[in-house]
């Protein structure tokens, strides 16, 4: 099985789906999933099988390469994997929608797309893919019409900006080098100066840190989130975002090399301080943001951004454990930020679109499965332990104490905080407390939403507990970078800073669980009264819900609204404005009056005779 | 305000101009390409009128473009106009007595010096444009001096205008296979110098193109007048 | 395939030119054949452009008009530049002619297929002749043809808009027949491979003014900043499938000229391309910005086909074999998408009954092969891959940066901001088209056949080449080869 | 000679400055007439019939005809 | 006298040009402004007849047997001039035919006042 045939069948599968579709919906729903299925089975058989190949000879005088190595395996698994549970779970939400076909064939090309940006091996490919990805993004963004397609061009526009600046960059690169093989180039580029690595990494930088919402650039992303269709912000948030990660260790470790990206600047001024510090920025600010969202996909969208500062914040430092600290994160992230997407999905469909956090509450009991998914995606957000996210930010932490970064640690311990607090308001707001009346009878999860939502709790106490399934991959991607490799075992890291081994916390934590259950056994149980019988103080008792659940954390959100307004957002549109007001009166040259465009033209004239004769300037 | 921004910019395009002409006095003697066609345009074309040898025979193919050209703006015009609904007829005057015989004295004569310019075009001073141009006063006068209006007719002036462009372009096409095997080649023989039947294709052109050229400025006026009236 | 091959390249203009005053004569006999009569004259154009094409890459053919050996006569040069640019205007001439089949049914429609068979014979002339008069009288075919063109519709802002593009064309054919004429007075020679022979300094006021005189004259066309007023009007005022053909090939055709009077006769040198490459990119950015905020979706375009001539021209200033080729690839990706835009737009307009954008809501659902040609055309305009834009716009980058030069890659990221602002607003109009829902319940109705295999054939033209773009990679650097070295061109011609 | 020419530029110009002056439109046609015909005329005289003919037929007379008819169908004097 | 005998045709020529720019930069009634257009196009081809003058030339016709090739003037110019002319006639035609429809939808024929297809 080579590389081109994934392809073939990964883009060919997203044709196929859209025309079969025109034949019938059930022929079409059954190709997606075989197809995102089939893609799953391929990519694991590549697991350790490192594979090269020239996909197109000769693309403008370059060649189009294509390599699988573990750093590609390890993202094109997540990728289609998410794309198949995505899909498979889109079965049940999309039912009732319009243009399904369209959604499919979009959701699958971008997965083709996403997979070819990970098996690029020359940076035209991985431009071409992250192009497609772009613009299919933004058709698929745009779908859900009314408020998306605002959000639709913020997300195109700064995308757009971050191509132009790749495009700067991947063809600069090509003029000096010659060649723009990843591989060929990470040995070419130790030789350049450096400032012009600087000038690579930031025109880089600007791009991938768009795409994963690097605080200052992150505005597109919110709007985006919420949007689109729940399974496909779930794939935004869960791997496309993330393809600013990848793109950062390709540059970052693939071709400038770490050695380089270290000696960048002098201080406190460094290429790579910079970087941990607007992932730190990055954490903090949006997760605190995220804390006064009322709209259940806003508050997830807030913390995509802010878990992605966890990432650079990994990375940023280049040293083996930050590495598979911000790598594992980025898997680890998708797996729970998926789950929520999936199960505020759950709750979306069966409330017939509600997301408002203050007008649900009590599903617990109407959809069990949707409250697993979110009790399980909320604890890996905040990293308990024994769900993954507790062992990724584990080792970013052990990361930043081990680099004497006490500041950067405690941002990152203040996201934590944060999170803590925002995830509760939003476990609480959706699932306990009391039910409105009017969602007494809300319509059951379908099967096929349950499916991804089961298999990705799985996943979380999985890799929570097992670490060391992803991390042996991750160490290999390390060992690839030219890092020290851990060391790994399945149930944790043995590292110089301490030793993480989840099986005893397992154990530790099962212990104390049959503890606390036991003194719950043996206290008075619990009676259940109705709603009714209750004493209110001789006040009539409401019918409706009385829990309410508004102005969550209103004493906290008066104090702190000031400080959190979203400037960048702010100041975005202010550009926009000051754009649309200079284009509109720019073309205001254009008087409608003849006389004046003929004085364009003499004047054009005599300005070039003047100075010519004047000044002899050409 | 404004007029004098114009001026100045002018008096900047004029000095430029000025500075381009001094390289080029007036009334220098010819450069060389201008030599070859005096010096041997005689034999090249065989028409008397070197002008005419230029015109048709160095340059033929910038006469293509030209006719082409005056064929455009006739469709041009008709596009232009061809919408407009029809007007009432507007209070027009009785052409005077002089007038109208007059143009009954002058129009066949008209006719007849616009036929001998173009005939003789590559003898004398003239040709098709210039002709065909004769030609079209005529009807202007006609315009002028009849008081009904005498339309064009339509059939004909069409194919005056479609056959004259097409027997250039055919006699070019010809030269293409016949000969030395070039477009607009001269295929036929130049004949003896300075008279009628001479410079081979080039009388046989001009005719055409005189007709053509008549016609069209012709129906450019009677576009033009059509509906006003 | 031996006997097209050897065609005569003057039978691209002759043949059409021909076809054109036969109309009138078939129009006598039936109406019905005439608006055939284009899609077979062009269709015989790119059969044989396409044939010759490959034969004039070793080696251009220098037709003599006449037999006259240039100077002395009128010559065609069918070098690569010629023919690429001819069979690039046949091919799309061509499928325009075939949209306008059943487009075309309103007005004047037999004088309409004249009109559009002069128009592209004079392209074909402007961009073959060897000799600048004969360039000049073509020029005049073009422009005079377009002017009825604009106002075919003859409803007020067509009026309007000829009007406008009448006066400012007319100044400009004088001021290029000013600058033939300071040129002939010097020179004594018309041909453009003698005067650039003669020519031995482009800075001395004697040869540069008439070189700004015809520069400007030529400008005029190719809607250059700050001659381009005439353009928005016009294009938008004109029938779609004209303004598709002034947009993708008449502006083209203006920019080749003034290309070819700088670089070929003029051969200009050093600091007068930073003032092309400057005057580019301020075309660009009005251009774009222009268009950001238009509501009326041809002056949209017709705003957009600025920015793209500006980025056309940027690359020619560049001055490099990579620079011209990237301009020339663009010129082609810019024919293609603006062509497939405006023709998909034309149908769009037509069924809506309205050129506001905001009228197209709904039409993705309506029309749903026209709203993904109008996409296509869009993504490839803006560049992206996999569609022929992105090829073009690569190439430009790539010479914009070898250059090495600080300022060329500031200016560039100028001009890449401009795409920024294109990508914006044509990705405003995708979104109404496909995620709006209209309130007016009107029937499904897609376009006739002939517009559908234009539309296509044009969408899939623009697929190949992003994908293939090697396919003419050839054609371009050694046309860009031409145009560089303009001491190959003087001696072919010449001898 | 060149003082009859000298006179005659003179004229011309003084007619084509007339023709910038004059609100009434026929007028300003008639003195732009005025111009072509002593072109014609100059034409004439720098050894140029051909060219003195076609001016005198065609930018003389048919273009005054033609402007006449147009001011004829729009309107006489420049508001 | 001798500035006359070199610089009076170009003077003529230039100065019709320059009028005829004029013209076309500061009316607004259309009809005058193709009326400079005509004036500048009048002032086009006298130039270019002028460039083509030789002193003491003949007209380049073998009407008569004296006459040398040599002090023939050019014929080039003329031959340009003849198809300057034809073309000129063509797009004063056209423009004219445009005022008429012009006058037809607007009214008026002041440019100023017709500004609707702008920005």
Same mark, same amino acid.
């Given at each position: 099985?080579?590389?081109?045939?994934?392809?073939?069948?990964?883009?060919?599968?997203?044709?196929?789906?859209?025309?079969?579709?025109?034949?019938?919906?059930?022929?079409?729903?059954?190709?997606?999933?075989?197809?995102?299925?089939?893609?799953?089975?391929?990519?694991?058989?590549?697991?350790?099988?490192?594979?090269?190949?020239? *996909?197109?000879?000769?693309?403008?005088?370059?060649?189009?390469?294509?390599?699988?190595?573990?750093?590609?395996?390890?993202?094109?698994?997540?990728?289609?994997?998410?794309?198949?549970?995505?899909?498979?779970?889109?079965?049940?939400?999309?039912?009732?929608?319009?243009?399904? #076909?369209? !959604?499919?064939?979009?959701?699958?090309?971008?997965?083709?797309?996403?997979?070819?940006?990970?098996?690029?091996?020359?940076?035209?490919?991985?431009?071409?893919?992250?192009?497609?990805?772009?613009?299919?993004?933004?058709?698929?963004?745009?779908?859900?019409?009314?408020?998306?397609?605002?959000?639709?061009?913020? /997300?195109?526009?700064?995308?757009?900006?971050?191509?132009?600046?790749?495009?700067?960059?991947?063809?600069?690169?090509?003029?000096?080098?010659?060649?723009?093989?990843?591989?060929?180039?990470?040995?070419?580029?130790?030789?350049?100066?450096?400032?012009?690595?600087?000038?690579?990494?930031?025109?880089?930088?600007?791009?991938?840190?768009?795409?994963?919402?690097?605080?200052?650039?992150?505005?597109?992303?919110?709007?985006?989130?919420?949007?689109?269709?729940?399974?496909?912000?779930?794939?935004?948030?869960?791997?496309?975002?993330?393809?600013?990660?990848?793109?950062?260790?390709?540059?970052?470790?693939?071709?400038?090399?770490?050695?380089?990206?270290?000696?960048?600047?002098?201080?406190?001024?460094?290429?790579?301080?910079?970087?941990?510090?607007?992932?730190?920025?990055?954490?903090?600010?949006?997760?605190?943001?995220? =804390?006064?969202?009322?709209?259940?996909?806003?508050?997830?969208?807030?913390?995509?951004?802010?878990?992605?500062?966890?990432?650079?914040?990994?990375?940023?430092?280049?040293?083996?454990?930050?590495?598979?600290?911000?790598?594992?994160?980025?898997?680890?992230?998708?797996?729970?930020?998926?789950?929520?997407?999936?199960?505020?999905?759950?709750?979306?469909?069966?409330?017939?679109?509600?997301?408002?956090?203050?007008?649900?509450?009590?599903?617990?009991?109407?959809?069990?499965?949707?409250?697993?998914?979110?009790?399980?995606?909320?604890?890996?957000?905040?990293?308990?332990?024994?769900?993954?996210?507790?062992?990724?930010?584990?080792?970013?932490?052990?990361?930043?104490?081990?680099?004497?970064?006490?500041?950067?640690?405690?941002?990152?311990?203040?996201?934590?905080?944060?999170?803590?607090?925002?995830?509760?308001?939003?476990?609480?707001?959706? !699932?306990?407390?009391?039910?409105?009346?009017?969602?007494?009878?809300?319509?059951?999860?379908?099967?096929?939403?349950?499916?991804?939502?089961?298999?990705?709790?799985?996943?979380?106490?999985?890799?929570?507990?097992?670490?060391?399934?992803?991390?042996?991959?991750?160490?290999?991607?390390?060992?690839?970078?030219?890092?020290?490799?851990?060391?790994?075992?399945?149930?944790?890291?043995?590292?110089?800073?301490?030793?993480?081994?989840?099986?005893?916390?397992?154990?530790?934590?099962?212990?104390?669980?049959?503890?606390?259950?036991?003194?719950?056994?043996?206290?008075?149980?619990?009676?259940?009264?109705?709603?009714? #019988?209750?004493?209110?103080?001789?006040?009539?008792?409401?019918?409706?819900?009385?829990?309410?659940?508004?102005?969550?954390?209103?004493?906290?959100?008066?104090?702190?609204?000031?400080? *959190?307004?979203?400037?960048?957002?702010?100041?975005?549109?202010?550009?926009?404005?000051?754009? #649309?007001?200079?284009?509109?009166?720019?073309?205001?040259?254009?008087?409608?009056?003849?006389?004046? !465009?003929?004085? !364009?033209?003499?004047?054009?004239?005599?300005?070039?005779?003047?100075?010519?004769?004047?000044?002899?300037?050409? | 305000?404004?007029?004098?921004?114009?001026?100045?910019?002018?008096?900047?395009?004029?000095?430029?101009?000025?500075?381009?002409?001094?390289?080029?006095?007036?009334?220098?003697?010819?450069?060389?390409?201008?030599?070859? /066609?005096?010096?041997?345009?005689?034999?090249?074309?065989?028409?008397?009128?070197?002008?005419?040898?230029?015109?048709?025979?160095?340059?033929?193919?910038?006469?293509?473009?030209?006719?082409?050209? +005056?064929?455009?703006?006739?469709?041009?015009?008709?596009?232009?106009?061809? @919408?407009?609904?029809?007007?009432?007829?507007?209070?027009?005057?009785?052409?005077?007595?002089?007038?109208?015989?007059?143009?009954?004295?002058?129009?066949?004569?008209?006719?007849?010096?616009?036929?001998?310019?173009?005939?003789?075009?590559?003898?004398?001073?003239?040709?098709?444009?210039?002709?065909?141009?004769?030609?079209?006063?005529?009807?202007?006068?006609?315009?002028?001096?009849?008081?009904?209006?005498?339309?064009?007719?339509?059939?004909?002036?069409?194919?005056?205008?479609?056959?004259?462009?097409?027997?250039?372009?055919?006699?070019?096409?010809?030269?293409?296979? +016949?000969?030395?095997?070039?477009?607009?080649?001269?295929?036929?023989?130049?004949?003896?110098?300075?008279?009628?039947?001479?410079?081979?294709? %080039?009388?046989?052109?001009?005719?055409?193109?005189?007709?053509?050229?008549?016609?069209?400025?012709?129906?450019?006026?009677?576009?033009?007048?059509?509906?006003?009236? | 395939?031996?006997?097209?091959?050897?065609?005569?390249?003057?039978?691209?203009?002759?043949?059409?030119?021909?076809?054109?005053?036969?109309?009138?004569?078939?129009?006598?006999?039936?109406?019905?054949?005439?608006?055939?009569?284009?899609?077979?004259?062009?269709?015989?154009?790119?059969?044989?452009?396409?044939?010759?094409?490959?034969?004039?890459?070793?080696?251009?053919?220098?037709?003599?008009?006449?037999?006259?050996?240039?100077?002395?006569?009128?010559?065609?040069?069918?070098?690569?530049?010629?023919?690429?640019?001819?069979?690039?205007?046949?091919?799309?001439?061509?499928?325009?002619?075939?949209?306008?089949?059943? /487009?075309?049914?309103?007005?004047?429609?037999?004088?309409? &297929? %004249?009109?559009?068979?002069?128009?592209?014979?004079?392209?074909?002339?402007?961009?073959?002749?060897?000799?600048?008069?004969?360039?000049?009288?073509?020029?005049?075919?073009?422009?005079?043809?377009?002017?009825?063109?604009?106002?075919?519709?003859?409803?007020?802002?067509?009026?309007?808009?000829?009007?406008?593009?009448?006066?400012?064309?007319?100044?400009?054919?004088?001021?290029?027949?000013?600058?033939?004429?300071?040129?002939?007075?010097?020179?004594? @020679?018309?041909?453009?491979?003698?005067?650039?022979?003669?020519?031995?300094?482009?800075?001395?006021?004697?040869?540069?003014?008439?070189?700004?005189?015809?520069?400007?004259?030529?400008?005029?066309?190719?809607?250059?900043?700050?001659?381009?007023?005439?353009?928005? #009007?016009?294009?938008?005022?004109?029938?779609?499938?004209?303004?598709?053909?002034?947009?993708?090939?008449?502006?083209?055709?203006?920019?080749?000229?003034?290309?070819?009077?700088?670089?070929?006769?003029?051969?200009?040198?050093?600091?007068?391309?930073?003032?092309?490459?400057?005057?580019?990119?301020?075309?660009?950015?009005?251009?774009?910005?222009?268009?950001?905020?238009?509501?009326?979706?041809?002056?949209?375009?017709?705003?957009?086909?600025?920015?793209?001539?500006? *980025?056309?021209?940027?690359?020619?200033?560049?001055?490099?074999?990579?620079?011209?080729?990237?301009?020339?690839?663009? =010129?082609?990706? &810019?024919?293609?998408?603006?062509?497939?835009?405006?023709?998909?737009?034309?149908?769009?307009?037509?069924?809506?009954?309205?050129?506001?954008?905001?009228?197209?809501?709904?039409?993705?659902?309506?029309?749903?092969?026209?709203?993904?040609?109008?996409?296509?055309?869009?993504?490839?305009?803006?560049?992206?891959?996999?569609?022929?834009?992105?090829?073009?716009?690569?190439?430009?980058?790539?010479?914009?940066?070898?250059?090495?030069?600080?300022?060329?890659?500031?200016? $560039?990221?100028?001009?890449?901001?401009?795409?920024?602002?294109?990508?914006?607003?044509?990705?405003?109009?995708?979104?109404?088209?496909?995620?709006?829902?209209?309130?007016?319940?009107?029937?499904?109705?897609?376009?006739?056949?002939?517009?559908?295999?234009?539309?296509?054939?044009?969408?899939?033209?623009?697929?190949? %080449?992003?994908?293939?773009?090697?396919?003419?990679?050839?054609?371009?650097?050694?046309?860009?080869?031409?145009?560089?070295?303009?001491?190959?061109?003087?001696?072919?011609?010449?001898? | 000679?060149?003082?009859?020419?000298?006179?005659?530029?003179?004229?011309?110009?003084?007619?084509?400055?007339?023709?910038?002056?004059?609100?009434?439109?026929?007028?300003?046609?008639?003195?732009?007439?005025?111009?072509?015909?002593?072109?014609?005329?100059?034409?004439?005289?720098?050894?140029?019939?051909?060219?003195? =003919?076609?001016?005198?037929?065609?930018?003389?007379?048919?273009?005054?005809?033609?402007?006449?008819?147009?001011?004829?169908? @729009?309107?006489?004097?420049?508001? | 006298?001798?500035?006359?005998?070199?610089?009076?045709?170009?003077?003529?020529?230039?100065?019709?040009?320059? %009028?005829?720019?004029?013209?076309?930069?500061?009316?607004?009634?259309?009809?005058?402004?193709?009326?400079?257009?005509?004036?500048?196009?009048?002032?086009?081809?006298?130039? *270019?007849?002028?460039?083509?003058?030789?002193?003491?030339?003949?007209?380049?016709?073998?009407?008569?047997?004296?006459?040398?090739?040599?002090?023939?003037?050019?014929?080039?110019?003329?031959? +340009?001039?003849?198809?300057?002319?034809?073309?000129?006639?063509?797009?004063?035609? $056209?423009?004219?035919?445009?005022?008429?429809?012009? &006058?037809?939808?607007?009214?008026?024929?002041?440019?100023?006042?017709?500004?609707?297809?702008?920005?």
């Amino acid at each position: 099985m080579s590389l081109e045939i994934l392809l073939a069948i990964a883009y060919g599968g997203a044709f196929l789906t859209y025309f079969s579709g025109k034949i019938s919906q059930g022929l079409r729903d059954g190709a997606a999933v075989l197809l995102s299925l089939g893609t799953v089975l391929i990519v694991s058989s590549f697991y350790n099988v490192p594979a090269a190949s020239v *996909l197109y000879e000769g693309f403008l005088g370059l060649s189009l390469v294509l390599r699988m190595n573990s750093l590609a395996w390890f993202f094109a698994i997540a990728i289609v994997s998410f794309n198949a549970l995505c899909v498979i779970y889109s079965l049940a939400y999309m039912k009732d929608r319009n243009e399904k #076909d369209y !959604y499919y064939f979009m959701l699958l090309l971008i997965n083709a797309a996403m997979l070819t940006i990970v098996l690029s091996g020359d940076l035209v490919t991985f431009f071409i893919a992250w192009e497609i990805m772009s613009w299919a993004t933004f058709l698929l963004i745009s779908y859900n019409r009314n408020g998306a397609l605002q959000a639709g061009i913020k /997300y195109i526009v700064l995308s757009l900006i971050g191509s132009m600046c790749m495009l700067i960059g991947i063809l600069s690169v090509y003029t000096s080098f010659n060649t723009l093989n990843i591989s060929e180039l990470s040995g070419q580029l130790t030789t350049a100066s450096a400032g012009y690595k600087l000038f690579l990494l930031i025109i880089f930088s600007i791009t991938f840190g768009i795409k994963n919402a690097v605080m200052p650039l992150h505005t597109w992303l919110p709007d985006a989130y919420t949007e689109s269709p729940t399974p496909f912000s779930a794939v935004l948030s869960g791997m496309l975002t993330r393809m600013g990660v990848y793109g950062f260790l390709v540059i970052l470790f693939g071709i400038v090399g770490i050695k380089s990206v270290l000696t960048l600047g002098s201080g406190f001024i460094s290429y790579t301080k910079t970087m941990a510090w607007l992932g730190a920025i990055t954490i903090v600010i949006p997760t605190f943001i995220a =804390m006064l969202q009322n709209d259940a996909k806003k508050l997830l969208a807030w913390h995509g951004i802010g878990q992605g500062g966890y990432m650079i914040l990994g990375i940023a430092f280049g040293t083996s454990l930050g590495m598979a600290g911000g790598i594992f994160h980025t898997l680890n992230h998708a797996i729970y930020i998926v789950l929520l997407f999936l199960s505020v999905g759950a709750v979306e469909y069966s409330t017939s679109g509600i997301r408002d956090l203050n007008s649900l509450g009590g599903l617990f009991k109407k959809m069990p499965i949707a409250f697993l998914g979110g009790f399980l995606g909320i604890s890996g957000l905040i990293g308990v332990p024994l769900t993954n996210g507790f062992v990724s930010k584990w080792l970013i932490y052990k990361t930043l104490i081990l680099e004497n970064a006490p500041f950067l640690a405690f941002a990152a311990l203040l996201g934590t905080w944060g999170t803590i607090l925002s995830v509760y308001k939003f476990l609480h707001n959706l !699932y306990l407390g009391q039910i409105p009346e009017k969602h007494k009878n809300i319509k059951k999860t379908p099967l096929a939403m349950q499916v991804p939502i089961v298999i990705l709790s799985f996943a979380i106490i999985l890799f929570g507990i097992m670490p060391g399934l992803p991390l042996k991959v991750i160490n290999s991607i390390n060992v690839a970078f030219g890092f020290s490799p851990l060391d790994v075992n399945l149930w944790g890291v043995v590292s110089e800073a301490g030793t993480l081994n989840m099986l005893n916390i397992f154990t530790a934590l099962i212990v104390f669980g049959a503890i606390v259950w036991g003194i719950f056994r043996i206290s008075r149980p619990a009676t259940l009264t109705d709603q009714y #019988d209750n004493y209110a103080a001789g006040a009539a008792i409401p019918k409706d819900k009385y829990h309410y659940t508004v102005e969550y954390y209103a004493p906290f959100y008066r104090m702190v609204k000031p400080f *959190l307004k979203d400037i960048f957002d702010l100041l975005y549109q202010k550009v926009a404005r000051a754009n #649309d007001f200079l284009c509109d009166n720019i073309r205001k040259i254009y008087t409608g009056y003849v006389g004046n !465009y003929v004085m !364009y033209i003499v004047f054009f004239m005599a300005f070039l005779i003047f100075i010519q004769l004047k000044w002899s300037v050409f | 305000m404004k007029k004098g921004v114009s001026i100045i910019l002018l008096l900047i395009l004029l000095w430029g101009v000025v500075a381009a002409l001094s390289e080029m006095p007036f009334g220098k003697a010819k450069l060389e390409v201008a030599g070859h /066609y005096t010096d041997y345009g005689k034999e090249d074309t065989g028409a008397a009128n070197i002008v005419t040898s230029v015109v048709l025979g160095y340059r033929g193919f910038d006469t293509l473009g030209e006719v082409t050209v +005056l064929f455009l703006a006739c469709i041009g015009l008709a596009v232009v106009l061809s @919408t407009l609904k029809k007007q009432g007829c507007g209070a027009r005057q009785t052409p005077s007595l002089i007038l109208n015989t007059g143009f009954r004295f002058l129009f066949p004569l008209i006719l007849l010096f616009g036929t001998y310019v173009f005939m003789h075009g590559h003898l004398s001073p003239g040709g098709g444009f210039q002709g065909g141009a004769v030609i079209a006063s005529g009807f202007v006068l006609m315009y002028l001096s009849v008081p009904k209006i005498k339309r064009l007719n339509h059939f004909v002036s069409t194919l005056f205008e479609s056959v004259g462009g097409l027997i250039f372009l055919v006699i070019g096409l010809i030269g293409l296979k +016949l000969g030395s095997q070039y477009f607009l080649n001269n295929f036929l023989p130049n004949g003896e110098f300075n008279t009628l039947l001479s410079a081979g294709i %080039i009388p046989v052109i001009y005719i055409a193109i005189g007709f053509k050229v008549g016609s069209e400025l012709s129906k450019i006026i009677d576009v033009l007048l059509e509906e006003s009236e | 395939m031996n006997e097209i091959m050897n065609l005569n390249p003057v039978l691209l203009i002759a043949v059409p030119i021909g076809l054109a005053m036969l109309v009138p004569i078939l129009g006598l006999m039936s109406s019905k054949i005439v608006k055939w009569v284009p899609v077979v004259g062009f269709l015989f154009n790119s059969v044989v452009s396409l044939a010759v094409l490959p034969r004039v890459l070793n080696q251009p053919i220098i037709v003599k008009i006449a037999g006259f050996a240039p100077p002395f006569g009128i010559n065609l040069v069918a070098g690569p530049v010629g023919m690429f640019l001819a069979a690039l205007i046949a091919v799309s001439g061509f499928l325009v002619a075939v949209y306008s089949l059943d /487009y075309i049914h309103e007005g004047a429609a037999e004088k309409y &297929h %004249i009109l559009f068979l002069l128009l592209l014979s004079g392209a074909t002339g402007v961009v073959l002749t060897g000799d600048i008069f004969n360039l000049f009288v073509f020029f005049e075919i073009l422009c005079i043809s377009s002017y009825a063109l604009v106002a075919y519709l003859g409803n007020r802002s067509g009026i309007e808009a000829a009007v406008k593009y009448l006066i400012q064309g007319a100044i400009g054919s004088s001021l290029l027949l000013i600058g033939i004429g300071l040129l002939y007075g010097q020179f004594g @020679t018309l041909n453009m491979a003698d005067l650039a022979q003669n020519i031995t300094s482009f800075s001395e006021p004697s040869v540069f003014v008439p070189m700004i005189l015809m520069v400007t004259g030529l400008g005029i066309e190719a809607a250059i900043f700050p001659l381009n007023a005439w353009l928005p #009007d016009a294009h938008s005022s004109a029938p779609s499938s004209i303004s598709a053909v002034l947009s993708g090939i008449a502006i083209e055709v203006g920019l080749y000229a003034v290309i070819r009077v700088v670089f070929t006769i003029c051969h200009v040198t050093g600091s007068f391309f930073v003032f092309l490459v400057a005057i580019a990119v301020v075309t660009v950015l009005i251009g774009e910005m222009s268009a950001f905020g238009q509501k009326n979706i041809k002056r949209m375009l017709a705003y957009s086909s600025i920015g793209q001539i500006g *980025l056309i021209l940027f690359a020619f200033s560049l001055a490099t074999e990579f620079g011209v080729s990237g301009g020339l690839f663009q =010129m082609l990706s &810019h024919t293609l998408g603006k062509v497939l835009l405006f023709l998909s737009a034309g149908y769009m307009i037509y069924r809506t009954g309205s050129m506001e954008i905001s009228s197209f809501e709904g039409v993705g659902k309506k029309m749903p092969w026209t709203a993904l040609f109008f996409t296509i055309g869009t993504l490839s305009i803006i560049g992206l891959p996999p569609f022929a834009g992105f090829s073009s716009k690569f190439l430009i980058i790539k010479a914009a940066l070898a250059k090495g030069d600080l300022l060329y890659i500031l200016l $560039m990221g100028i001009v890449l901001l401009g795409t920024v602002i294109e990508g914006t607003y044509f990705f405003r109009v995708v979104q109404v088209i496909y995620f709006k829902e209209s309130n007016n319940k009107t029937e499904p109705e897609g376009p006739p056949v002939s517009g559908l295999i234009s539309m296509s054939v044009f969408a899939i033209l623009v697929v190949l %080449i992003g994908l293939f773009p090697n396919a003419i990679l050839k054609i371009l650097t050694t046309a860009a080869s031409e145009l560089l070295n303009n001491l190959e061109y003087i001696r072919s011609v010449l001898g | 000679m060149i003082i009859i020419v000298s006179v005659l530029i003179i004229i011309m110009l003084a007619a084509a400055v007339a023709a910038c002056i004059f609100k009434d439109l026929l007028s300003a046609t008639i003195a732009s007439c005025m111009v072509s015909l002593i072109a014609a005329v100059l034409f004439f005289f720098l050894q140029a019939p051909d060219v003195a =003919m076609a001016e005198a037929s065609i930018g003389a007379a048919l273009v005054t005809a033609v402007f006449v008819i147009a001011i004829r169908r @729009t309107r006489r004097y420049e508001e | 006298m001798s500035f006359l005998q070199n610089y009076a045709y170009y003077t003529g020529a230039f100065g019709l040009i320059l %009028i005829g720019l004029f013209i076309m930069m500061t009316k607004r009634n259309y009809i005058k402004i193709i009326i400079g257009l005509s004036i500048l196009e009048t002032g086009v081809n006298l130039f *270019l007849i002028a460039v083509g003058y030789i002193s003491g030339g003949t007209a380049p016709i073998f009407s008569r047997s004296g006459i040398t090739a040599e002090k023939m003037v050019d014929p080039v110019p003329q031959a +340009l001039v003849l198809t300057a002319i034809v073309i000129g006639v063509a797009v004063l035609g $056209m423009a004219l035919a445009l005022a008429i429809r012009l &006058h037809k939808h607007f009214g008026t024929l002041n440019l100023l006042e017709i500004r609707e297809q702008r920005w």
